[in-house]
């Protein structure tokens, strides 16, 4: 591992300390908050519709009410009075827990975090989806892993491609920590898992004895369809992750985790020596707002607005793409990815678009390996739909000119 020259503390890094790097596409993308940028990039939620005063009322109410608590330490596992309104959200999906079966974290990010910190010894085997939440990859790489990357298909993780990897780490005596699965509305890809596929992985992770890491940051995001069992209501044997952050507010930074037991009091300790407890505050705050607000009716109202993005995202990439693209149809979440001829490098196609003042995610940032180049994550979230809209016709210029380009150049050096 390369030590930094120009860093005078560089020796005394641990190793991991050298695999956290800033990506240069995130020092990039920074310059994408400027105003004249339209970004299709960041998984930004759309907060500006939600009534603020509401939550001026919970922070009142949580003051006059429990105010001394709020400012206190808590528990570990989180506030009770929080975790009763998760369980019950868990049961609407078909999810039964009870309180003592899960525990509020920072965000799911910070799940993921704890998950790598209680599983992963340097050169363990972890599997993941490819393409992968970033943020997922980030915080397991840390802990240095050997990451097997299974492909998706547009029905989820390709399940036969996964058994002969699992049939083959067994041969070589080789047992995975637990393989990371967002079945639904994945991040990047905004596909969403069958349920034949979903029975599938059930039952391979019985056969090999796999840990199921399941992440649904996006499932009450859905515009229209069915919903589809979560893999935690098909085994209670699989770890489950989800958040307040898309379906609420990030900047509250209140996730939870459902696991067995075991798993569950591992991530509390672990979580102990991180943090001590998430923050009584906003824990207590969130619990004032479910209290006294309905939260399903704020999401239907979410729901229709990234639906109507979600529209405008696919009509204009039919209208300004090329035919030599072609991209994912997202049924909720935040995401369409989209694929591009083989010879275009998105990350080099990225400070191009930023010039004609659009923005992406670029795919190989979804991927280990430097794999996944001519792909491109695009988030209809945050911005409105004229800007949905401008934004994909100004790439679809982008894209073509890279075509363009790539054909001329070729034809010349066939002539
Ligand atoms: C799949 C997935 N998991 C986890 C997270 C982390 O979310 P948070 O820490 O805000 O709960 C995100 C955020 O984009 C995500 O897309």
């Known amino acids: 591992m390369t030590r930094y020259q120009f860093d005078k503390w560089g020796d005394l890094y641990a190793n991991r300390a050298l695999l956290l790097k800033s990506s240069a596409i995130r020092d990039l993308l920074s310059v994408t908050a400027r105003a004249d940028i339209i970004s299709l990039a960041g998984g930004l939620p759309y907060t500006k519709e939600f009534k603020m005063n509401k ?3 919970a922070a009142t109410d949580c003051m006059e009410r429990q105010g001394n608590e709020a400012l206190q330490y808590g528990p570990s596992e989180g506030h ?54 970033v943020g997922a990859l980030d915080a397991f790489i840390g802990y240095e892993p050997k990451i097997v990357a299974i ?51 059930i039952e391979l992770s019985a056969e090999y004895d796999l840990l199921l890491v ?55 300790f672990a979580k102990q020596s991180a943090d001590l407890c998430s923050s009584s505050f906003t824990q207590r705050v969130v619990e004032e707002f479910l209290e006294a607000n309905d939260l399903d009716a704020y999401l239907a109202q979410l729901t229709n607005i990234y639906r109507g993005r979600r529209d405008v ?23 369409v990815w989209v694929e591009l001829p083989e010879f275009i490098d998105t990350t080099e196609m990225l400070a191009e678009a930023i010039n004609k003042k659009v923005a992406f995610v670029p795919g190989r940032s979804f ?8 792909f491109m994550r695009l988030a209809f979230c945050y911005p409105s739909e004229e800007d949905v809209r401008e934004g994909v016709r100004r790439l679809g210029e982008v894209v073509k000119d890279q075509i363009s380009l790539y054909h001329s150049v070729t034809d010349h050096f066939h002539k």
């Open 80 to 133: 009770i009075g929080l975790k009763k309104h998760v369980t019950k959200m868990m049961t609407q999906d078909d999810i039964v827990v009870n309180t003592e079966d899960l525990i509020i974290t920072d965000g799911s990010q910070q799940a993921l975090d704890l998950i790598g910190k209680i599983f992963i010894d340097p050169g363990d085997h972890i599997i993941v989806e490819a393409p992968s939440y």
């Open 313 to 335: 995202m696919l009509e204009a990439l039919e209208e300004f793409f090329p035919k030599e693209a072609s991209w994912t149809q997202p049924n909720g979440g935040f995401f």
């Open 367 to 374: 991927f280990v390996g430097g794999v996944g180049a001519n």
């Open 55 to 57: 939550m001026v009322s």
């Open 151 to 201: 492909p998706l298909d547009d029905q989820g993780v390709r399940v036969d491609l996964l058994e002969k990897q699992l049939k083959e780490l067994k041969k070589e005596g080789i047992r995975p920590k637990f393989m990371y699965v967002v079945p639904n509305f994945h991040n990047p890809a905004g596909i969403t898992m069958s349920g034949p596929r979903r029975k599938r992985l």
């Open 214 to 268: 399941e992440d649904n940051p996006y499932g009450r995001l859905r515009f229209e369809g069915e919903n589809l069992p979560s893999l935690r209501a098909l085994d209670d044997k699989v770890v489950y992750l989800s958040t307040f952050s898309k379906i609420f507010s990030p900047g509250i930074r209140l996730g939870w985790v459902v696991a067995p037991h075991p798993i569950l009091e591992k991530i509390i």
